[in-house]
């Protein structure tokens, strides 16, 4: 297990991470991250069939993230335990961020892949935009006015903690527009939907690309 000294907010604690180790022609990864607030575990295959396992004790998060794998074709499993009678930030920032390592880990030097990807999904009255760079560079533009504060019970300030760990650590650019909405459940999925299939057009491969990184700089990992 490789150990790292976080210092943050809530001041330094021990963190460890475990990584699984699969062969690198395999797009999947296995990430393990436990903390004293949170103990997570994410597995995902880029090139899945869109299936999940989900325990997070988070229902309404966890519709959201099966909408990823399923519009995304990444299989994806996720077990949470964290400080829930807390409240769920922790556990969702947290899912977020080893999230955001296994894909980087799945998707690797990301030779011969898109790089890029965009879609609009609607639902009903509702419409998102999610447009992704797998830059190397973390970014995150987030505009969802969503039209009341709770969906499920599930505190919807919690979906930009979410997003903002996973980009920080999959050192991804996304961009994600909510055009318009009046349900806020609908506005939510368009979002996830949307992310999902960006996410699938990005890490795509180009058969164009094979074995070429899609970046003039030469590297899509060394914050290009």
């Known amino acids: 297990m490789a150990a790292a000294l976080v210092r943050g907010r809530r001041g330094p604690y021990n963190t460890g991470f475990r990584f699984l180790e699969v062969p690198m022609s395999e797009r999947r990864a296995t990430v393990e ?22 325990d997070t004790g988070l229902p309404f998060l966890e519709h959201m993230l099966d909408q990823v794998a399923r519009h995304g074709l990444i299989d994806l499993e996720i077990e949470a335990k964290g400080d829930l009678h807390i409240d769920a930030h922790h556990t969702v920032e947290d899912i977020g961020i080893t999230l955001g390592q296994a894909l980087a880990r799945a998707w690797g030097d990301k030779k011969g892949v898109r790089r890029y990807g965009h879609a609009y999904v609607p639902l009903d ?4 935009r999610v447009v992704i760079d797998l830059s190397g560079r973390p970014g995150l533009e987030m505009h969802v006015d969503f039209t ?10 919690l979906f930009y903690e979410f ?57 899509l990992t060394e914050n290009p």
């Open 125 to 128: 009255e509702a419409l998102s």
């Open 163 to 219: 997003f903002q760990g996973l980009v920080n650590h999959a050192m991804i650019t996304v961009h994600i527009d909510n055009l318009r909405g009046k349900n806020a459940h609908h506005q939510a999925e368009t979002v996830f939907k949307a992310f999902g299939r960006t996410l699938r057009m990005a890490v795509e491969p180009d058969p164009r690309m094979d074995g070429v990184t899609p970046s003039t700089k030469g590297t």
């Open 33 to 54: 991250r436990n903390t004293l607030e949170t103990q997570i575990r994410v597995s995902v295959n880029l090139d899945g069939t869109g299936v999940s396992k989900l």
């Open 148 to 157: 009341r504060g709770m969906i499920g019970g599930f505190d919807v300030d």
